[in-house]
């Protein structure tokens, strides 16, 4: 009875390990995090601005939420790779909420991983700057980082869109991935029409928001963007949270979820140095 309760636990702790071990792998494997394998670019004495919500909750009561960590994390190595000087900022300024999903053991990216041991940028994370303190015209690239947080508060900031608008104004590129485009809504271009109007675009699905059952965030952003006139795009797979898009129209340049962070950081720093457009 003892060896067949002992072969028992020992089959357990196998099974435990091989989920362990193989889930993030699968996973990946399916299509999540994939590694870019893409051109990388550099950017010598650049600079970049991140920018992430400051909401941290779905709704008024629900569970934690924030920016998507893989989605700051990833273009902010990217863009160290790259060798530009990465300043990091948010809504209301003060410490970022992160949204604790995105840390899971079989979530969690090789950039996360990192950030979690970099004291450094746990830093600028912890004191990001106010985005109303900021002259985003002294940056070279503009990102914008998603997550369900970014649903409640990037799409509605005047003051991002105004600074926005400043940025595109003086030649910058600006971007983002998942529902950091949401950003760009009240935004404007030199002319005074809505940035988005008639521009290629991507950013995460109404099928992905429904898969993943967030649909009571305010804004969603494909629903957003068509309806401000963008030409939206994407792909899809049998779980969108899975698939991968990326778009360059000019100096905008999007991508659809969490998954295209490295590729439109270097997709960014491509067209600032006078790449594709």
Same mark, same amino acid.
């Given at each position: 009875?003892?060896?067949t ?5 020992l ?5 435990g390990l ?9 996973l990946? !494997?399916?299509? #999540?995090h994939? $590694?870019? *394998? ?6 010598p004495?650049?600079? /970049?601005?991140i =920018? ?9 009561k629900?569970d ?26 948010s ?19 090789e ?6 041991k ?7 994370v912890?004191q990001s700057?106010?985005i ?12 914008l980082?998603g997550?369900?947080?970014? !649903?409640?508060? #990037?799409?509605? $900031?005047? *003051?991002l ?8 104004? /003086?030649?910058? =590129? ?15 271009d ?30 969603h ?16 797979a049998?779980w ?6 990326s778009?360059?129209d000019?100096?905008l ?17 491509m067209?600032?140095k006078?790449?594709?457009?």
């Amino acid at each position: 009875m003892k060896k067949t309760l002992g072969i028992i636990v020992l089959v357990l702790i196998v099974l435990g390990l091989a989920v362990w071990l193989g889930l993030p792998a699968g996973l990946k !494997a399916m299509g #999540l995090h994939p $590694s870019y *394998t893409g051109p990388k670019y550099q950017l010598p004495d650049g600079k /970049a601005l991140i =920018i992430t919500t400051s909401h941290d909750r779905l709704g008024e009561k629900g569970d934690r939420t924030g920016v998507f960590a893989s989605e700051m994390t990833a273009p902010y190595y990217e863009f160290i790779a790259g060798g530009l000087k990465v300043d990091v900022a948010s809504i209301k300024g003060g410490p970022i909420p992160i949204d604790p999903m995105s840390f899971m053991w079989f979530i969690k990216s090789e950039y996360d991983d990192r950030y979690l041991k970099d004291a450094g940028f746990q830093q600028k994370v912890n004191q990001s700057l106010k985005i109303d303190d900021v002259d985003f015209t002294g940056y070279d690239i503009i990102y914008l980082a998603g997550g369900w947080g970014a !649903a409640y508060d #990037l799409g509605t $900031s005047e *003051t991002l869109g105004r600074k926005i608008s400043q940025a595109y104004g /003086a030649g910058k =590129i600006i971007g983002g991935v998942c529902h950091g485009p949401l950003g760009l809504l009240t935004a404007q271009d030199e002319k005074g029409n809505p940035l988005v109007k008639e521009r290629h675009l991507t950013a995460v699905t109404d099928k992905q928001v429904r898969e993943l059952g967030i649909s009571m965030t305010p804004q969603h952003p494909e629903r957003e963007l068509r309806a401000a006139g963008a030409l939206y795009e994407s792909k899809t797979a049998f779980w969108d949270m899975f698939a991968n898009h990326s778009v360059i129209d000019g100096r905008l340049v999007t991508g659809q979820n969490q998954n295209a962070g490295a590729e439109v950081a270097n997709k960014m720093m491509m067209t600032a140095k006078g790449g594709p457009r």
